[in-house]
Structure formats: structure tokens, C-alpha cells
């Protein structure tokens, strides 16, 4: 079975340090894989996404997310973070129709991983 | 705004009752997708329409149908409804081939 796996519930930084938000996944063929983020009330908002290519993606207000195949990881990262970041984060993976030349298909998310950054 | 567009924002209904939530898709995609978010589910996918036509099915309640019509615009029509159908219902567009999915800043259904 298709899924996506974000093994913390929360994680907590202070303002100026790394952040990474862990993600991994379990897909048949090759995973399209992307990072939205919800704030408070909000809907969610696209950070990133891995097609192809290189394996470092990066993406929307500072974010990168890096793509490791052996591993089945797409952890989200931040080299400083800001208390703005403060949100839920979600990692999602594409899976793709069989029917309709595979050029379609919804997405799987994690359950999200709430980001606490602390001044 | 993200190009899609959800209504209404929020919805207060009674249990036992039928609530209609609108979606209409982001200009050129012609697939519509809908999810219920909810504490204890997460996101969960219910369905996708691709231009009038169903095209994939989750976690959708027999109670829960939807469509798409001509003009793209989706329904989501929710019958007999549970306290625990109360969450944030998000309708999303595109994903097509290489693109991404935009979503809408949802409807907020809560039954009394």
C-alpha cells in the first residue's frame, strides 16, 4: 500500500537554528512527492515538490527539502529558522492512476508534523 | 488567493441534515479533488473528478456524493450528517502530469 509516514508529531526550534521536518514514504514506481503548509484557520499552501532531477528541491520562503531514494525520505529543511515558520506541515506523495495513461492521481498525506519555532 | 475558490468558509448545520459545499477550480484545471481534515483522520481523500467525469475514490461515505459540472465547478454534498462529520473540508485543482495540486482555504462544517 501507497503511503507517507511523518514520524514527529512536533517539533520544536529556536529562531536562527536548522530546521528539519522528517518525511518518508512508501510508493510503487517512481514518487512524486511535495511539502504543503497550513497555518492557523488557513488552508495549505504549497512549499515544494520532487518530480525529477536533482535530488535537492527547493522551494517557497527559504524552504528545501532533499529526496533520498535508498532511504525513502523527502525531509523538509530550513538552514535558519524564523518564529513565523510556526505552522502544521504536511508531506504528500502522488499516487497516480492506473487507468487514464498515469498521468493523473491524487494526493496521500502524512498527518502532519506541527513546527514550534521559539524566539 | 490561490486561484481556487471554496464556499461557503463555514457552515453550522444540525445532525440528520444535508449541507451542499461548493468548489470551484483553479482557471484551466480540469480536475477537482476533495478532503476532509479532521483531528483524529488527518487529510483524507475522497474523491476527484477530471472534467464532469468521476476518476478516483477514497475514504468517501456512502452518505457523501459528489459532481462536476460543465462549467468545472464541483459539489460536495453531505447527507445525514454525524457530529463526526464535523472538519475541514478542502477541494483542490490540477495535477496534472507535472504540475501541483492548488487548494482552496476550505469550508468549515461543524454539526450540533
Known amino acids: 500500500a501507497q503511503s507517507v509516514a511523518q514520524p514527529e508529531d512536533q517539533v520544536n526550534v529556536a529562531e536562527g537554528n536548522p530546521l528539519t521536518v522528517k518525511c518518508t514514504y512508501s510508493v510503487s514506481g517512481n514518487p512524486y512527492l511535495f511539502w504543503y503548509v497550513q497555518y492557523p484557520n488557513r488552508g495549505l499552501q504549497f512549499l515544494l515538490k520532487y518530480i525529477t532531477g536533482d535530488n535537492l528541491v527547493k522551494g517557497s520562503y527559504g524552504f528545501e527539502a532533499e529526496f533520498n531514494k535508498s532511504q525513502t525520505s523527502f525531509h523538509l529543511k530550513k538552514p535558519s529558522a524564523l518564529v513565523s515558520d510556526s505552522a502544521l506541515y504536511f508531506c504528500?506523495?502522488?499516487?497516480?492512476?492506473?487507468?487514464?495513461?498515469?498521468?493523473?492521481?491524487?494526493?496521500?498525506f502524512g498527518k502532519g508534523t506541527k513546527l514550534s519555532v521559539k524566539p | 488567493d490561490s486561484g481556487v475558490t471554496q464556499t461557503p468558509k463555514h457552515l453550522i448545520t444540525a445532525t440528520g441534515q444535508r449541507v451542499t459545499l461548493r468548489c470551484s477550480p483553479r482557471s484551466g484545471d480540469l480536475s477537482v479533488y476533495w478532503y476532509q481534515q479532521s483531528l483524529d483522520q488527518g487529510l483524507q481523500f475522497l474523491i476527484q473528478y477530471y472534467n464532469g467525469e468521476e476518476r478516483a475514490k477514497g475514504n468517501i461515505l456512502e452518505r457523501f456524493s459528489a459532481q462536476q459540472f460543465p462549467d468545472l465547478h464541483s459539489e460536495l454534498n453531505l447527507s445525514s450528517l454525524e457530529l463526526g462529520d464535523s472538519a475541514l473540508y478542502f477541494c483542490?485543482?490540477?495535477?496534472?502530469?507535472?504540475?501541483?495540486?492548488?487548494f482552496g482555504s476550505g469550508t468549515r462544517l461543524t454539526v450540533v
Open positions: 504528500a506523495v502522488r499516487v497516480l492512476s492506473t487507468n487514464y495513461g498515469g498521468s493523473q492521481g491524487n494526493l496521500i
Open positions: 483542490a485543482s490540477g495535477g496534472q502530469g507535472n504540475y501541483g495540486y492548488t
